[in-house]
């Protein structure tokens, strides 16, 4: 799917330009799922909580906007962590908040993002 691959390529090139990088063998900030399953989907893990940052979600917000019918989930996947599932999903231009925010380490139990719904 054209659009799915153009998608994911600005997913990392975007987490790239914040200077985190991706590496499926060892240490890595982000890991975006790299085989198309034919669903209108680009599923992003992260390892690093920084990028739960707000002006982080809602760049990526702004981006699946230029693709209609498609959405990103990023998922906190901390190495060491024993944590439910929990992240964000970006669906047409909507963030849905679905952070455990008793898990997470202040500042980030305190995130908010404007416009928001929960899970």
């Known amino acids: 799917m054209p659009l799915w691959t153009a998608l994911?390529?600005?997913v990392i090139a975007y987490f790239e330009s914040l200077g985190k990088f991706i590496d499926p063998?060892?240490?890595k900030d982000f890991w975006v799922v790299d085989e198309?399953?034919?669903v209108?989907?680009?599923e992003v893990e992260i390892t690093t909580?920084?990028?739960l940052d707000p002006p982080v979600i809602y760049a990526?917000?702004?981006m699946v906007r230029e693709y209609p019918g498609f959405a990103i989930t990023v998922s906190v996947a901390l190495p060491g962590t024993n944590w439910p599932g929990m992240g964000?999903?970006?669906v047409q231009g909507e963030i849905v908040d679905g952070l455990k925010r008793s898990f997470l380490p202040l500042p980030y139990c305190n995130l908010h993002y404007l416009g928001s719904r929960p899970e």
Do not use: H, S, T
Request: charged share 40%; no cysteine.
């Open 8 to 10: 994911r390529e600005r």
């Open 25 to 27: 063998f060892g240490k």
């Open 36 to 38: 198309d399953l034919g």
């Open 40 to 42: 209108a989907l680009v």
């Open 49 to 51: 909580l920084d990028l």
């Open 60 to 62: 990526l917000r702004d």
């Open 88 to 90: 964000i999903a970006l």
